[in-house]
């Protein structure tokens, strides 16, 4: 089935093209995915390394798909996606697959991995649970990545990251431009009658970056730095203060593993690191400062609540993507959607007079 149809039918609330957001760790959660979803896209949760938010939070997604109206009628799956870090193994699966069983969402997302075994372990069993009622978007940053991964799993949807993506991704990789047209290329050989539909995601802010990923192959887009300009992301205000006020973020931002470091999240496999807001942590530490004064600055700033973000001080972790200077007002996850959905649908009109 070719991928708008396949779309249409797994996500049938949905619009074309598919707008996502990326199931941000306890930033993206039900009141994030739920708007995005009420305006036609599909939301993820982000229960990131950590099952023990799940039920909660599909809960709280069985609420809010009670008050909108679009939603109301999906009745096979939640309307909604929940994404997950494999790196964190065994028991993140065990504890949850019962609930995944349970609430069956539209797609589980799979990142991180330590080994590729563990893409096809959580793929096999999520699918056994739901009934393959569940599809499987997979994540991942490189060509070899996107073989590997079709052949050993054929998800549903390959999530093809780029290097511009706020957040987590691997340290060394392309941007999307040279990245999706050859992971296109690659799985098509391969996969024939049941290839992977692809979503682009990284550095897509607004309509003439998504249209830019349509014209690459992609039948939609994920966005995630976008969505931290929305009231529904679970973020402080001091966060979200820094994200507005960020610009030119090929320079502004940088990916690394300083955060993980100081936050403590050191769990994460070597090949990645995360993409953040430069500020005075990540200026200090390029002019030599030790990884023990550093942590106790960012302890400091951590007391400080919203003024660990105080511009000209700022030492908290602010992880977005190097499109953050695209955006600069916030707005609901709603609006958000279907801007630039018919944002896009308007730069690829325009783009077409050279045709
Ligand atoms: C603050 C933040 C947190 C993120 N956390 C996760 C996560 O927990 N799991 C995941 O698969 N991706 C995560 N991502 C990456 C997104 O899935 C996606 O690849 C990325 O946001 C796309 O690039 P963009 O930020 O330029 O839109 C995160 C991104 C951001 C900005």
Redesign the pocket.
Known sequence: MEPLKRLQADYPWTKSPLVSC????L?ALADLAVEVSRAGGLGFV?A?NDASVLEKEFERVKQLQAGAQVLREVKEVLPIGV?F?LWAGDNLLNEALPIVAQYVPAAV?L??PNDVDQFTQWTREIRRATNKKTKIWI?IGTVAEAVEVTKSCQPDVL?V?GQ??????LMDGAGLVPLLPEVDDAVSSLSKGNKPVIIA?????EGRGAAAALALGAAGW?????Y?FSHEANIAKGYRDAVVKASDGGVNTARGKLYDTLRGTRDWPERFGGRGVINETWQDAKDGMSVEDNQRLYDEALAKGDDGWAPGSARLTT?????VGLANSVKSAARITEEVREDAKRALKQASNWA
């Open positions: 990326g199931p941000m760790r930033i982000g990131g994404g870090l997302w990142f991180a994540q999530v990251q511009d993506a706020g957040g987590h991704g995601a990284g550095g897509i802010m994920t966005m995630g730095t976008r931290l992880y977005a993507g190097a499109g």
